[in-house]
């Protein structure tokens, strides 16, 4: 069963201090994670002065690569709803001073966004949003014409057997993963409510990446009943 807010936020409580550590272990079991978060900020396009928006941006662990894309004109909000988290978010930027990055505690299922942002993203964080089509729906209205989104997140991998689905739920348990998160499809919002650019699945299909770009045109507030998606390409990477 998945956690609540308040579950969530004082789990992430508990590991903030440690967190930027604890995910290092991921790369014992062959993730890149390093590499899937510098190919998401690839993803968005930006441009030096650009402004950007993090939702879950955690202790900032992206803020390096959104830096070298937008440089000291451009930008970052960064939304969280645990307090820890960003405090060691602001050590970070203390250390590395940078002087264009804002934090902010919030539920992003409720938060406003600024009007015209150059670019949205998530990293393992929109899933655990029981409200991310709504999320995912109102950054689409927040961004400028060209503007793009990004998420990169867990998914269930359709060609794994169950057992090895339930083990991969158990070891990722700490962070708040449980089995009844693979009905959530962010992927598929951002399709509804985005023109489609990108799509990758990494690590046999357990991770994605899918980023969508906003086309100057008003978006259908919702699909018909019963409408299909068009899915783009899917590129696999190990």
Request: proline share 5%; with cysteine; aromatic share 12%.
């Amino acid at each position: 069963m998945s956690l609540s807010k308040l579950e969530t936020r004082d789990l992430y409580r508990r590991r903030a201090k440690r967190y930027d550590w604890s995910i290092r272990i991921y790369r014992l079991f062959g993730f890149d994670m390093q590499r899937y978060r510098q190919e998401t900020i690839a993803a968005l396009g930006l441009c030096p002065g650009d402004q950007v928006v993090e939702l879950g941006c955690g202790t900032g662990l992206n803020f390096e690569y959104v830096q070298q894309a937008i440089g000291p004109a451009g930008k970052i909000i960064g939304v969280d709803l645990t307090d820890a988290m960003l405090d060691v978010a602001r050590e970070r930027i203390s250390r590395e001073r940078w002087t264009n990055v804002k934090l902010l505690q919030a539920d992003f299922a409720h938060w406003q966004f600024p009007a015209d942002v150059s670019a949205v993203y998530s990293t393992f964080a929109i899933t655990l949003v029981s409200e991310y089509e709504q999320v995912i729906k109102r950054a689409s209205r927040a961004l400028r014409p060209g503007g793009t989104m990004a998420v990169l997140d867990m998914k269930e991998p359709a060609s794994w057997p169950r057992w090895l689905v339930k083990l991969a739920v158990w070891l990722n348990k700490p962070f708040g993963v449980s089995l009844d998160l693979a009905d959530r499809h962010p992927w598929e919002s951002i399709r509804r409510y985005l023109k489609p650019v990108d799509y990758k699945e990494y690590y046999f299909g357990a991770i994605y990446l899918c980023a969508g770009r906003k086309d100057g045109q008003l978006r259908p507030e919702v699909d018909p009943p019963g409408a299909r998606v068009a899915k783009p390409s899917v590129h696999t990477v190990a």
